[in-house]
């Protein structure tokens, strides 16, 4: 495929206008329509980047031909939108979370394998340089085997973004779908599958039907064991959006992490990419001092890259980096902590899947 991408974005909010900003740029696309409800917002965004708007999926893909489609509605449009794209033999990436429920992830996963349409999960993070990086030392022998992970995403997030999208306050717009999910798929790459997960949260501070702070015990298929805490009412900035520099419209704190991960002979801190490291492997002790050093520290903007690559899904076929079955994985896990929550016990991913496999025969 040559020429301009000619592409459908649906839901102009927050990361959609990023997403808009970004096609304009990118001299391989074109953004030539918007999927979303007829206000005035809405309308000067679609007169701003000369894209006629369309009330719903079906109208702009009957209407014109599409190269490509871009989904970063509310998450629970997510599944019926990305539908009518696989019908209509659209490559999509859909934001994350990749739908609202582990059912629907299911089957749009497997309907992307049944008609080979390429679905692209919005996990951004993944096209972060800095990810490698980390991969170098955390499968260098200076590390060793993984032991523990402690991570976390404490931020605040002021009364307007509620404001602007009442839907975060419901069921499926918290910050464990929002947030989290982001922080599964990390978790995942930096440290492999995870096993089990226990999960406590709470509602104390803004009393939304959706949860403002979640503490998580993680074990990995490996035998590693993490932490995570997470939190939207936190005056914190440990996060990876005040850490990792990426996003100029965050305040960044260089020297600060979101990360800690520990092996059996070194540790790093993510993203200021500190090591620590005994210097002869296999004589590790705490009567020892470390090696201090430090990985070299790349950045560019996740989400330029994470286009770059969609274009080449699209015009080279090649295969997506995070694809519709990482994302119905990675939600997986965040079912494994929204039962643990419910059910106040250790919950097994593995026995989730299982379960899903019944169900979906």
Known sequence: MTGQLNVLLSGPGLIGAQHARLLQQNPATRLMGIVAPSRPENLELAQRYDAPLFQSMEDATAQRKFDAAIISSPNAFHAAQARVCIEQRIPTLVEKPFTDTLETARDLAELAEETGVPILVGHHRAYSPLLDGACRFLQSEAFGNPVALQGAALFHKPA?????????????????????????????????????????????????????????????????????????????????????????????????????????????????????????????SWWLDFQDGAEPIQRADPLQRQLDH????????????????????????????????????????????????????
């Open 160 to 284: 307007e973004y509620f404001v602007a999208g009442p839907w975060r306050t419901k069921p499926g717009g918290g910050p464990i779908l929002i947030n989290l999910i982001h922080e599964v798929g990390l978790m995942r790459f930096f440290f492999g599958e995870i096993d089990s997960v226990f999960a406590t949260v709470s509602h104390r501070t803004r009393q939304f039907e959706v949860e403002d702070s979640v503490a998580i015990a993680l074990r990995f298929v490996n035998g590693a064991l993490g932490t995570f805490i997470l939190s939207d009412v936190a005056a914190s900035n440990k996060s990876w959006e005040m850490t990792s520099g990426e996003n100029p419209r965050y305040p960044h704190h260089p020297m600060d992490d979101c990360y800690h991960f520990a092996g059996t002979n070194g540790s790093l801190d993510f993203p200021s990419m500190t090591t620590r490291h005994y210097k002869h492997v296999g004589a590790a």
């Open 310 to 361: 969609f274009v080449q899904v699209v015009r080279l076929g090649i295969a997506p980096k995070v694809s519709a079955r990482d994302g119905y994985n990675n939600m997986l896990v965040i079912q494994a902590i929204k039962d643990s929550i419910e059910s106040n016990s250790l919950i097994s991913v593995s026995a989730i899947k299982h379960q899903e496999r019944k169900t979906s025969k």
